[in-house]
């Protein structure tokens, strides 16, 4: 029967979140459903009525139980018409009918351990955490046009909410009114399996890029703190001191390391825009484009689809990411955006690197929507870019498959020239939490909940080397009220001597920059740039190491004066003549009335002015000069800014 019920039941989509208020106490939310006192098990009780059959089923697994202790979940309850539909297309008569086996598999796809996540909480994307079968559960939105255009949820786009928000003392339940479907195929299959996709399918297949996007579990991986002890907590971490005392806070090591991708995918109707409806089309297509970009490539690799610099393996693996990011996922949460982005000045945004080798893409949120390659703020943009569809956008296709996900997008997505030389020549600001795809296909960043890190093991972070004596990396979940960018770091600890891979930019001539905050207990770290194209590997340092402890003096670091633009200015160049910028202007942390630039703890060191090469790929060494292991580095960001930015004659701006 295991086997009937996979084949049926294939993998989760996509919903977003944010952990809400849990009814602990005596307080019970307004607005929500009234469960006070209840456990989720014990909820799911009082509804016999409707949930006899999945509260059957759960009794013969372990989660009955587990749903009656402390804790925090969500659950989404299949009603009895749900089960009747999956038994029905499953051939069960009954739940008793099922092995055991086949009622913990179906159970573990209905909860989700670690977080309450409310409608009220939730837009349009997916869940912070995955359910308990590792899986992405996705909220998409309609209208009832039966009942005054009530807003109606649907789960995984088909299973639609009944009844939500039900707040018991150990989480949230919402009864759902059909079975969530998922896939267990790989990305590129579930690609392949949605008819309007043919031409990008037949692209990917062509060019060999359908097989970079078939990894998933790294079978390697071990996750134990100590050989032979499955001990999965990190103890001791420092991650920030309040008021001058110490506070220490706990790590956990993911289970498993997976390998996860995304790809950004045009429906056939887009293509047919453009005139293009065969093969042939799209590459005479990504031709034009290509050669334009690359014209000391043009007309070599034209007959190899599968060589990395034929145009039209360059525009299928511009669409593709080596990490998953959920419709939600991509700037920070909704919650950031809302109360932490200045969003009148700038719009949320990160970059990313594609798999077309030395390329990126800005991906960027705001009222309009999710858009790839914007240039402008909101609705004042001069380059519009890409949209992303939102779940509600991109009908009932499942999206998510055991490995990734893909994206509906509504135009043409390209590494063009205007991309390169217009929308790139800027301030490139890059979230240390994305800097590796491990990061991000843990579920690290994008965590809730105050001081959790979560812990990579040394060996098994992509694109860093981690050497030194009892060297840590965690991503530090976000926390709004945190006062760094995107509310989160990567916290580094130990007598570390660690080096990352840059993301790749432009050709030019910028200054690379840390962004990080100040602390007593933290360290003093020397930094170097690395190539390697093989001709000018540099080891020597980036000047002084940066002392991550020292607080600038009231000479160095001037508060602002909102009467005195111009005095303002004066001191920016002068911070900036000692190596030195404020933190953001157009940021702060959730709740605060003042942008980051407020803050003299939160500040950006010009870590060298350098000029980067095309088709070169760069590395930042950290070192800790420090021999104390207690001591921490709290990675905030990176800035590499273009000298058309740095040094205009009208100046950088402070956001």
Known sequence: MKNKFHKIFAVVAIVCGFAACVDNDDDVVENY???????AAQFLEQKQETLSEFLTLLKRTPYFSLLSTYGTFTVFAPNNDAMDEFLREAGYSSVES??????????????????????????????????????????????????????????NKTSRMVEYDDSVTNGVVHIVGGMMKFSSEMLPDQIAADSTLTLFYEAL????????????????????????????????????????????????????????????????????????????????????????????????????????????????????????????????????????????????????????????IRICDNSQGL???????????????????????????IQNATNGVYHYIDDILTYSVDVRDKVLNRR????????????????????YGEDILTGFRNEAITDWKVDGARAYVGVHSDVGYWNSYEANAVCVSGIFDVTFKLPPVPAGTYEIRLGYTVGW????????????????VSTSPCGLPVDLRRYLTETEWIP???????????????????????GLGAYRSGGAENPLRNNNWNLRRILTTETLKEETSYYLRCRQVLDDPSCYWSFDFIEICPKSVYASPEGEDIY
């Open 33 to 39: 459903y009234s469960a006070s006192k209840l456990t």
């Open 98 to 155: 099922m092995s055991d086996e086949a009622c913990d598999s179906l159970a573990r796809t209905y909860i989700v351990k670690n977080g309450a996540y409310f409608t009220t909480d939730i837009g349009e994307g997916a869940l912070p955490e995955l359910n308990m079968a590792d899986a992405y559960i996705t909220l998409s939105l309609d209208s009832d046009v039966t009942n005054d255009n009530a807003l109606v949820y649907y789960v």
């Open 205 to 360: 297949e062509l060019t060999g890029m359908r097989d970079s996007l078939l990894k998933y579990e790294d079978e390697n991986y071990v996750w134990a703190t100590e050989k032979g002890k499955q001990d999965s907590v990190h103890t001791g971490v420092m991650v920030r001191c309040t008021s001058g005392s110490e506070l220490f806070t706990r790590s956990f090591w993911p289970e498993k390391r997976y390998f996860k991708y995304t790809a950004f995918v045009e429906p056939d109707s887009v293509f047919h825009r453009y005139g293009i409806y065969t093969i042939d089309d799209l590459k005479a297509y990504a031709k034009s484009v290509y050669d334009a970009t690359y014209p000391k490539d043009a007309g070599l690799y034209d007959d190899n689809p599968k060589h990395r610099r034929n145009p039209l393996n360059r525009f299928v693996s511009y669409h593709l990411l080596n990490r998953i990011g959920q419709y939600n996922q991509w700037c920070g949460s909704r919650e950031l955006r809302e109360s932490c982005w200045y969003t009148n000045l700038v719009d949320a945004e990160d970059y990313f690197e594609t798999m077309c080798p030395f390329t990126i």
């Open 371 to 397: 858009f790839i390659n914007r240039r402008g703020v909101d609705k004042r943009a001069d380059i519009r870019g890409v949209k992303v569809l939102s779940p509600s956008e991109s009908g009932n296709s």
């Open 428 to 447: 490139i600001r890059i979230d240390a939490t994305t800097l590796s795809p491990d990061f991000m296909n843990c579920n690290g960043r994008g965590r």
């Open 521 to 536: 207990e933290r360290g003093v770290v020397q930094f170097y740039l690395k190539s390697d194209d093989g001709q000018n």
């Open 560 to 582: 602002d004066d909102a009467n005195d633009p111009e005095k303002n200015t004066a001191n920016d160049k002068a911070l900036h003549n000692l190596g030195y910028m404020k």
